[in-house]
């Protein structure tokens, strides 16, 4: 086994070896030999928020981790797929991830920008320096080594005793099939390719989802004088950002500490009819369960209003029902009203890729991606098998994962474990 002493791996500390080659099916290794990367510590696939608190928890007990990312630069969530106008959705001390708070001269809700030179600088203070453009296309446990074995879209191979699953609940668009969506002649975007209403100006654009990333386009497109409607397919919580001069997310966690959850959620409800008056007449009818015991039981998030409710009250902003069929040139619903529309925009949310290429079914359920277990216990699989980043609690869930990851490969190493 050669070491080389590339200044990429003195910082990552992998030792890259060529194997002999082997038999194999891929006719690619038959032409050159295959690259493999034993690496010593922890392996963490995702260079986004979740992998980068993991990486500083480990690095604060003298672990050295390695991140592989698929895109060119971290966080590339937040870098490449969110629009303008996006600021933390919770005040930023919900927000900040192990071992370094946000500036205190930040604003309570940090936008985009501030946000991702946060985690320039947190990368920076830890030292955290992923490998770009590697995407994981598989990822398995070789039994008779007891190692992981990850294999990247390049051919190239990595070895690890831990590895830790940090790609986000958010890696692909989540695309529903709506029927006639392919003969619509106008443009149909998912959020994601979003970036501001300014490409939209004067046109009537049909946002289809009412979670708070629909939402926020819809107020966007307002601010740009396009013609927004919005599809509620189903039922949708709104609450005002802020109760009672706190974050309501602050005010409902500190609730929480006296009160049961179904309490709280009466007095949620009571503050936001007082303050946003009767959403259904509105067109966004409220789920049977209360915010909070919905978002429990089903991780589904109440939407943070944060000025699209005046617009649909004025008007401005149209709400409809579900869609029945897309057409040539717009839309008709469930309500038997047809409409016309220049864009279409698919606010439906993401999904997590973890069952394309990870081949294990304890820790992640193969339909979702998603750990099975709920949390706060979905964090540790088998044989070294970590997930952090999956709990539906943001920023503030993948800072709880961290810390237990570290721990737990921490002690590990002390072989007490
Ligand atoms: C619009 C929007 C607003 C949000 N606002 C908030 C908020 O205010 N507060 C909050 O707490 N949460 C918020 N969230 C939730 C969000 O999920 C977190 O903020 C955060 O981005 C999650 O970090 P993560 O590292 O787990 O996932 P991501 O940020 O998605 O990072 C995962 C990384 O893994 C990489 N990756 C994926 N697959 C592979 C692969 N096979 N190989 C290599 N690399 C791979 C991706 O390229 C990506 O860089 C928001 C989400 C969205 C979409």
């Known amino acids: 086994m050669d070491r080389i002493d590339t200044d990429e791996n003195k ?4 030792v890259r070896h ?11 290794f038959k032409s050159m030999k295959k690259k ?6 922890p392996i963490i696939v995702g260079a986004g928020p979740s992998g980068f608190a993991v ?7 003298g672990i050295e981790s390695l991140i592989l990312e698929r895109a060119h630069c971290a966080a590339s969530l937040w870098r490449l797929k969110t629009y303008d106008r996006l600021r933390l959705h919770l005040p930023k001390s919900f927000c900040e991830l192990p071992l370094m708070p946000f500036p205190a001269a930040l604003p309570r809700y940090p936008t985009k920008r501030q946000f991702l030179s946060y985690l320039d600088a947190y990368a920076a203070e830890f030292g955290l320096r992923p490998r770009f453009g590697v995407a994981v296309v598989s990822a398995e446990r070789d039994a008779s080594t007891g190692l992981w074995r990850l294999r990247a879209d390049s051919g190239e191979e990595f070895t690890t005793r831990w590895l830790v699953v940090a790609t986000g609940e958010n890696a692909e668009p989540a695309v529903p099939r709506i029927p006639g969506m392919p003969s619509f002649l106008g443009p149909a975007l998912h959020t994601s390719a979003y970036r501001s209403g300014e490409a939209y100006r004067g046109k009537r654009v049909l946002v289809v989802g009412c979670g708070n990333s629909g939402m926020e386009v819809a107020l966007d497109l307002c601010d ?8 509620v397919r189903d039922t949708v919580h709104i609450l005002p950002r802020e109760m009672l001069g706190q974050s309501t997310f602050g005010l409902s966690m500190w609730l929480l500490k006296w009160l049961p959850v179904r309490t709280v959620d009466r007095l949620l409800l009571i503050v936001a009819r007082l303050m946003l008056g009767d959403t259904a007449r509105l067109g966004l009818p409220r789920p049977k369960l209360g915010p909070l015991e ?3 039981l089903t991780g589904k998030t109440p939407v943070l209003d944060v000025g699209t409710l005046a617009n649909i009250k004025s008007g401005y902003i149209k709400v409809r029902p579900a869609i029945k069929r897309i057409t040539e040139k717009g839309a008709e619903f469930v309500n038997g009203r047809i409409e016309e529309f220049d864009v279409i925009i698919l606010a439906t949310g993401y999904k997590s890729n973890v069952p394309r290429w990870l081949k294990e079914s304890d820790l992640f359920s193969e339909e979702d991606g998603l750990p099975r277990k709920p949390f706060p ?5 088998q044989n070294g098998l970590y997930a952090v980043g999956f709990t539906k609690r943001g920023l503030l ?3 709880l994962d961290a810390v237990r990851i570290a721990q737990d490969v921490e002690l590990c190493l002390q072989g007490r474990e």
């Open 11 to 14: 910082n990552n500390n992998y």
């Open 18 to 28: 060529e194997e002999a080659e082997e038999e194999s099916s891929c006719r690619f």
């Open 36 to 41: 493999v990367c034993d690496f010593a510590g």
């Open 55 to 61: 990486a500083a928890c480990f690095k604060s007990r």
């Open 224 to 231: 740009y004088n396009a013609i927004p409607t919005i599809v």
């Open 294 to 296: 919905l978002k429990s």
């Open 377 to 381: 216990n979905g964090w540790k699989g």
């Open 397 to 399: 869930g993948a800072s």
